[in-house]
């Protein structure tokens, strides 16, 4: 029999923003008030840094990036530097670990595998990178995981690439890859792909491979004050997913 969980799903937010859900899920969680849950978005233009990044580095960088309309955030989640932005979907699962694996690594293979039967749907054929964490197709990098543990319990993520631009990429080493090739499905298709299909397939093979039924937010009335009071206007403007 599938547990339950709860299933969140945005067009755009601000990182900022998505981050303090995050963090009141997680506490959420923590405390019982709510089932474990996943949260499928997308965001406007930010660069993000792990914990390992050197804080000098990204004091140096920061105002020119922000200069060139980006946002900057040093996050507390694994991992070194990554862009997020419009036509890249971002999987936020917020969950007990121990209710689906022990083995942490184990837990970032299945993110992985969400991501390369996803895309393996869409006639793409999909691989793991050995030494590497992330999803490759042709030795250039599609899928990313950036992933914080806190209490026995997960948040932050996955990231895809679907339509969106790869230019800025370009002004970081992306995860800490010297030469590492970024690519999106649009890219390797060239083909402009309907993004709430891709939500769709990416919640599905959530589903079968964490074993869960996913549950609509609306029928929680705890979940969507708290969603409400972290979001705001934000949250009832960005609760439909465009195409």
């Known amino acids: 029999m599938k547990r339950s969980s709860l299933f969140l799903q ?19 969680r923590v405390s019982g008030r709510i089932e474990d849950c996943l949260v499928l978005l997308q965001h406007p233009p930010t660069f993000t840094y792990g914990r390992r990044y050197k804080e000098g580095n990204l004091i140096a960088n920061k105002e020119y990036y922000e200069n060139l309309g980006f946002a900057v955030y040093k ?9 997020h932005g419009p036509g890249q979907i971002v999987g936020y699962p917020i969950l007990r670990l121990s209710s689906y694996t022990k083995d942490f690594y184990q837990y970032l293979r299945m993110l992985e595998e969400v991501m390369i039967r996803t895309l393996n749907d869409l006639g793409i054929t999909a691989k793991r990178n050995e030494g590497y964490t992330g999803v490759w197709v042709d030795n250039a990098k599609i899928g990313f995981i950036g992933v914080r543990l806190a209490f026995g319990y997960t948040m932050h993520g996955f990231s ?8 800025p990429f370009d002004y970081i080493t992306p995860c800490g890859i010297q030469g590492v090739r970024v690519i999106s499905l649009k890219e390797v298709s060239n083909t402009d792909f309907d993004m709430k299909k891709i939500y769709i397939k990416l919640a599905w093979h959530y589903s079968n491979i964490f074993r869960v039924q996913l ?25 439909t997913v465009k195409p």
């Open 75 to 83: 996050t507390d989640r694994g991992g070194l530097a990554t862009y």
């Open 160 to 167: 895809l690439n679907i339509n969106n631009d790869l230019t």
């Open 10 to 28: 945005f067009d755009e937010i601000e990182y900022g923003k998505a981050w303090e859900l995050q963090k009141a899920l997680l506490d959420a």
């Open 215 to 239: 549950t609509p937010i609306d029928g929680w009335k705890v979940s969507t004050s708290l969603v409400e009071e972290c979001l705001g206007e934000e949250y009832r403007s960005a609760n």
